[in-house]
């Protein structure tokens, strides 16, 4: 039977906004297969997004969805979960959203190591504002605000996500779409703060700017260059070249700030 | 029984204020002059379990207790000059999200780092005007630690009434002043809490105007299932460009607090009764004034203050009718003439505005607003 999606959805809130070909629907599809996997519960659960296409994803959701202000899903997420540890609250939104206005509350979020979820689609631009370029756009790429190609160097997501602490971190992409709510699944199971990067495609701003005649061309792209972890082991560096990685890329158990700040409120009560 | 008394600065008796008045939620960052309510905080509220949370920078305090509120939390962010302008941000998405909580704002010298150990009153525009957009705003000026620890009382009382941001604004001198308090016993001073939605969660609406003009808030986790979003939005909570909606809702906004402003401006009317020449002041300042109006009865002055105790909404009808009364106002400020401007606004000609402005970190004494009396004929 094939999978009943509505039962998580909204009633009355679709159509989306998104264009025809964008990712964004893929992944929200994947987070709604893998609550169904988990059984969470509606209203046991906060959605937290900032501003962008893809963090318009929450109020499809028929869950506590909060849609805040560019950049700032993760603060107020903060805020959610440690208020009320016993919710499970998921963040969503896209590479600008996290990376660039959103990037301090991003990794502080991932060194506090909070019990949250959050998956960031990866597009490569600011697709909402019209295709300017973000700090996930490769060098040398087309946006409306780089016509003679991208100067700056770019974040990789994953590995910045690592850096700052984040004890569980995922990639997956909008093509493999049976992967992502298996990887988003591990990431809600994970306790600490956990981020899947979802690679996805905004063929409207992106695509046609970079020469991509199709979405079925962004698609395979995406097909071609995710080399799962274990894949990758058995390849040499020469083979490598060009490729991304994709599923579990770190997983660490650490001491998770919402079970540490319980800990403050006994020492403190203790006294 | 005898009550509690300390010997208390400002900013302690904010914190202690805010905890008297539920709070269990405290994000913020430090800055200097308003430090110390953050450190209260973080030694008082998990001891009740309550949660503080030092965030990455002022626009994630505000962002978290934001979130923290919607949860269900009473919530309390400090901050001082600097910080103001990164929560402006985030300031506006709880007035259009109509989320209940206090902001302390330690008034310093400005703009930019300008002077942070010094004593100033220019942040009273920034807490109506720093966040664009029409929205309704709520500011208090206290003038003693006492008072400081009453209105955070009352600004928590506000915002869960009102449900909007309620901001509370020491100059620098009351917040870091020590002076004796008297704290009130549980139960003294009335403590409100947020309607809660009587609807179960199915017929549950976020912004359901049927309820007046405030609707019940309902927290995450609480069984109840909704949308918040900072676009202009419906009843139900979902983003809307449809023109009458977002004209009604955002009138309505506003209207929540302007409506109600006889609920809401406090003052205190000293030696007005017979007074021709009326200090309009706020905060240390007003000690200043009230000085000097006792040292110019002495000299057969009729002199009187009219003293702010609620900046916003500005209390315009009592401007209005003290204007067609007097010969003079003096508006005493550590700026460069914010309330003068609103004084004006309001006398609409009918009694000249002295002020005395002053904005090299030194408070107002009593002697400059003496000699201005003198000039007031
Ligand atoms: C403070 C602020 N600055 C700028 C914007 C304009 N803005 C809206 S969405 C967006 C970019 C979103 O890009 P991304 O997060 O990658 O999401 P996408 O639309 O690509 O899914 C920008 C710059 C804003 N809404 N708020
Ligand atoms: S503009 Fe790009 S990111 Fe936004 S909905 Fe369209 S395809 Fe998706
Ligand atoms: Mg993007």
Known sequence: MAFDYDKYIRPGKLPHIWCPGCGHGIVMKGLIRAMDTLGLKKENTAIVSGIGCASRLPGYIDCCTLHTAHGRAAAFATGVKLAKPEMNVILCGGDGDGTAIGGNHFIHACRRNIDMTYIIMNNYIYGMTGGQFSPATPTGHKASTTPYGNPDPCFDIAKLAIGAGATFVARGTAFHANQIDKLIVEAIQHKGFSVVEILDDCPTTYGRRNKYKSVIEMMNRLKEVAVPVKAAEKMTAEQLQGKILTGVLYKEEKPEYTAEYAKVIERAQAK | ?377
């Open chain 2, 1 to 377: 029984m005898s009550k509690k008394v300390a010997f208390l600065q400002g900013n302690e008796a904010a914190a202690h204020g805010a905890l008297y008045a539920g709070c269990n939620f405290f994000g913020g960052y430090p800055i200097t002059p308003s430090t110390e309510v953050a450190e209260v905080m973080s030694v008082e509220l998990p001891k009740i379990g309550g949660k503080f949370v030092q965030m990455e920078d002022e626009i994630g305090a505000m962002a978290a207790i934001l979130g923290a509120s919607l949860a269900g939390s009473k919530v309390l962010t400090s901050t001082s000059g600097p910080g103001l302008s990164l929560k402006q941000e985030l300031i506006g998405y709880g007035c259009i999200a109509e989320i209940p909580c206090v902001v302390y704002n330690v008034m310093r010298g400005g703009p930019s780092t300008g002077m942070p150990t010094g004593p100033s009153q220019s942040d009273v525009m920034a807490a109506k005007w720093g966040t664009h957009g029409d929205h309704p705003a709520i500011c208090l000026v206290p003038a003693s630690v006492q008072e400081t620890y009453e209105e955070v009382i009352r600004a928590f009382n506000l915002s869960e009434k009102y449900r909007t941001p309620v901001m509370v604004m020491p100059d620098e001198i009351v917040a870091h002043m020590r002076e004796r308090i008297v704290f009130p016993e549980q139960g003294e001073v009335e403590v409100v809490s947020r309607k809660s939605p009587s609807v179960s969660p199915e017929q549950y609406k976020p912004y359901d105007t049927s309820f007046g003009d405030v609707p019940p808030l309902a927290s995450f986790g609480s069984g109840y299932k909704f949308h918040v979003t900072g676009l202009n939005k419906m009843q139900d909570g979902f983003p809307t460009t449809k023109a009458e909606i977002v004209q009604a809702e955002e009138e309505r906004q506003v209207r929540k607090v302007e409506a109600n402003a006889d609920d809401i401006v406090t003052f205190e009317e000293y030696q007005l009764d017979d007074a021709d020449v009326v200090v309009i002041a706020y905060g240390s300042t007003s000690r200043s004034a009230r000085y000097a109006v006792n040292a110019a009865r002495e000299q057969g002055l009729k002199a009187g203050m009219f003293r702010i105790k609620t900046f916003w909404p500005f209390p315009d009808k009592q401007i209005k009718a003290l204007a067609g009364k007097v010969k003079g106002f003096i508006v005493p400020e550590m700026n460069l003439g914010m309330c003068a401007n609103e004084v004006e606004r309001c006398a609409q000609g009918k009694a000249p505005i002295h002020g005395i402005f002053r904005v090299d970190g030194e408070p107002i004494n009593p002697d400059q607003i003496l000699d201005k009396m003198k000039e007031v004929k």
